[in-house]
């Protein structure tokens, strides 16, 4: 399916009921908690059978909130959705079938869900970012000092992002899980270079996938394509049929087929992507205890600028963020298991 087709088969929904989470009791004066406010807003328009959920103009501090079927969350210019500086507002959860923590907007089972506009969501991440940098598996799925995610669409249809900033997630910033079309297009995604595992967009077991005119300035994989955890027992689904096109990546580790890939990647598609200032441009990586079949890969139109590394493929992916002297001289294959990545171009 090409992009024009892949764009009508899921329009922007349109719908009479309005809500604006002013009228159901948000400040918006950046220190007040707005969470039970928003969280009202988009369950009285699920009500009502789906709706617009608007921010204003403000800054709405709140802990994580959960879209539901049939909504649109718009955030007009200048409105911001802060995430809590409070670690305690993101309980436990099994997340991705490993321990996690709620992210601060979520969908689960939802179809025909938007987030709109020209606002910005920030997942305030820097006390995380802090903590994560004295541990070393705080990047590692599963890791029981693992962050939460910003945006997290799981088990998703007809889902589309646009318009809109997303910056300082703790971790990971826009993960679809196990999720069918799903729609980026026309946003930034930012967090300081230095930011650990702040990957911008991340499809996860997905098919049916659009990322246009995605901006990515991060610190670690501007697009990650994944599908399985580090010794997943499986079964994984791949991810299909992702097309990535007139993307710009500043800073960041590039884009990335893997490494968590337990299920596989098909049918994938780059067109017209400008790196500058990458460690990477495109790479296709995986270990031994998180691979699988790879392939119908294209790239076109690849530009990239004062980039490390253009092109890498690697079976021996470090577990985190530096490779040890045993992976770095290792030289014989171990034997081929469920996970080793098979690579078919």
């Excluded at 601060?104 to 920030?122: F, K, R, W, Y």
Aim: glycine fraction near 8%; include cysteine; charged fraction near 20%.
């Amino acid at each position: 399916m090409n992009l024009l087709a892949l764009l009508l088969a899921f329009p922007i929904p349109v719908y009479a009921v309005t809500c604006n989470v002013r009228d159901f009791g948000a400040k918006g004066d950046g220190s007040t908690k707005d969470t039970a406010a928003i969280q009202r807003a988009i369950d009285d328009c699920n009500a009502k059978g789906g709706g617009k959920v608007t921010l204003p103009t403000g800054i709405y501090l709140s802990a994580p909130i959960v879209l539901k079927s049939n909504i649109t969350f718009e955030l007009a210019k200048d409105a911001t959705l802060l995430g809590s500086p409070d670690h305690g507002d993101y309980p436990p959860k099994k997340e991705f079938r490993a321990p996690g923590r709620q992210s601060l907007v979520s969908a689960t089972n939802a179809e025909n869900v938007a987030i709109m506009g020209v606002g910005t969501i920030d997942g305030n991440g820097e006390t995380w970012w802090q903590e994560a940098r004295t541990f070393k598996d705080a990047g590692i799925l599963g890791s029981e000092h693992t962050r939460p995610r910003l945006i997290v669409f799981d088990h998703c249809r007809h889902m589309r992002i646009e318009g809109v900033t997303i910056q300082n997630s703790p971790m990971w910033q826009i993960v679809p899980y196990y999720s069918d079309g799903v729609t980026i297009r026309n946003i930034k995604v930012l967090a300081p270079p230095n930011s650990p595992n702040t990957d911008a967009v991340d499809p996860f077991s997905s098919s049916n996938v659009i990322i246009d005119h995605l901006y990515a300035d991060v610190g670690d994989d501007n697009i990650a394509i994944k599908s399985g955890a580090i010794n997943s027992p499986g079964p994984d689904s791949p991810s299909r049929n992702i097309t990535i096109t007139d993307c710009t990546f500043f800073h960041g580790h590039g884009l990335s087929i893997g490494s968590e890939i337990a299920g596989g990647a098909q049918n994938i598609r780059a067109e017209r992507i400008h790196f500058t200032g990458t460690d990477n441009g495109i790479r296709v990586k995986a270990n031994r205890d998180r691979g699988n079949d790879v392939g119908h890969l294209e790239f076109r139109d690849i530009e990239m600028k004062d980039v490390k590394n253009a092109l890498i493929i690697s079976e021996y992916t470090p577990r985190c963020c530096r490779p040890t002297g045993r992976q770095r001289n290792r030289s014989h294959a171990s034997p081929p298991t469920s996970t080793t990545l098979f690579l078919r171009m």
